[in-house]
């Protein structure tokens, strides 16, 4: 990768307008750097045209799997359509949900945040629901004799949950307990990315119409419209983590 050509991009002047987004090398590694300890959440992440494509891609196939539970036999094994669980993992897991729109929630929540969380609605000691939670609504806490339990605020209050009532799908971990969140390691390299989007965007809504309106080569300018294309498809595909 030419490292050059990304600094060309980020310093030189839009068409019509004398202020780059980087002034010189410093500025630009400052941002990168500065971009580590800036949040991005995974709101502003689905903003980046690859997080974006690659959570929705993902998400949907595996939730378009089909999910089925067996039971073994004698002779090997068969569809387990009687148990109590096949109809809430197989066809109707709450009421406002299909089975693809569920699971496809819990895969996008693990790709964004780390984890996939539901509540497991019961009555009378069987389940006839899963709930899904908004991450940013569930903290898992883990205590120093090993304990641990799920904490969410449901109309305000404060509630405690047992893992058995928490239907948790996990992406990696460091330390087996606890899922590292995605977004935040690769903070700088989504956040370069928004970045030359929002050069571009500049660019395209102030200097391609100003170098139009100067007479200026029309083909220079779709030539400089495909360097930065080229170059920010670059940025996407860049890892500084």
Same mark, same amino acid.
């Given at each position: ?61 595996? =939730?378009?799997? #089909? ?5 073994? @036999? ?5 569809? *387990? +359509? /009687? $148990? ?94 606890? =899922?590292?969140? #995605? ?5 700088? @390299? ?5 970045? *030359? +989007? /929002? $050069? ?42």
């Amino acid at each position: 990768m030419d490292f050059s050509r990304i600094k060309d991009f980020f310093t030189r002047p839009i068409f019509g307008d004398n202020k780059p987004v980087f002034s010189n090398d410093f500025d630009m590694l400052s941002f990168m750097l500065a971009n580590q300890n800036n949040r991005i959440d995974s709101d502003r992440a689905m903003r980046c045209s690859t997080v974006n494509a690659c959570v929705n891609l993902i998400s949907s196939i595996i =939730a378009q799997l #089909p999910l089925v539970l067996y039971k073994r @036999t004698e002779k090997g094994r068969e569809v *387990a +359509s /009687e $148990h109590k669980l096949y109809d809430i993992l197989h066809d109707t897991p709450n009421d406002y949900q299909t089975p693809i729109d569920f699971f496809q929630f819990m895969i996008a929540s693990m790709l964004l945040t780390g984890k996939g969380c539901a509540y497991i609605a019961r009555a009378g000691g069987r389940v006839v629901s899963l709930n899904p939670i908004s991450p940013d609504k569930i903290e898992e806490v883990w205590e120093d004799n090993g304990d641990h339990y799920f904490r969410t605020t449901v109309k305000g209050k404060d509630l405690r949950l047992l893992p058995k009532d928490i239907f948790c799908v996990k992406g990696l971990t460091l330390d087996g307990k606890n =899922a590292i969140n #995605p977004i935040e390691y690769a903070a700088t @390299t989504i956040g370069v990315s928004l970045k *030359a +989007s /929002e $050069h571009n965007s500049n660019f395209l809504s102030k200097g391609y119409d100003k170098a139009l309106e100067n007479n200026d080569d029309q083909r220079d300018v779709e030539q400089e419209t495909a360097e930065m294309a080229e170059l920010e498809k670059a940025l996407n595909n860049l890892k500084f983590i």
